[in-house]
């Protein structure tokens, strides 16, 4: 089974940068799509990033484009997000997902998730 654990979330100022990890468990990335979502409280559930290494492709919200990068040590296993530039509306707990089917586009409907990881930028 597919098993995500989400880590690096901390509480800094806006303007400063953090470095999210996802490490994974049962499956290999070759055969997956990897993607990082945002939710904070009162507001829907957004999709950050993506990589596929099925596709070959990444992925990048508008609002993040520039100053969030997607990036995978595959003898680790896990995917990172290293968010620079932060902002206080990036503000939301963040977790990642992962698919073996579906494509970047269909991030929505990823299968597997992690619990998440608290990020707050203050002002």
């Known amino acids: 089974e597919v098993h995500l654990v989400e880590s690096g979330g901390d509480s800094v100022q806006a303007g400063g940068s953090l470095r999210l990890s996802c490490a994974a468990s049962?499956?290999?990335?070759?055969?997956?799509?990897i993607a990082w979502f945002r939710q904070a409280p009162g507001k829907e559930r957004e999709g950050v990033s993506c990589?596929?290494?099925?596709?070959?492709?990444?992925y990048y919200a508008e609002s993040v484009k520039g100053r969030f990068t997607i990036s995978s040590d595959n003898a680790k296993n896990t995917v990172y997000l290293q968010m620079n530039t932060l902002k206080p509306e990036d503000t939301a707990v963040y977790s990642c997902?992962?698919?073996?089917?579906?494509?970047?586009?269909?991030?929505?409907?990823?299968?597997?998730w992690g619990q998440g990881t608290q990020v707050t930028v203050s002002s």
């Open positions: 990589i596929s290494f099925k596709h070959n492709n990444t």
């Open positions: 997902a992962a698919d073996q089917r579906l494509p970047c586009g269909m991030w929505d409907f990823f299968g597997s």
């Open positions: 049962g499956f290999t990335f070759d055969n997956y799509a």
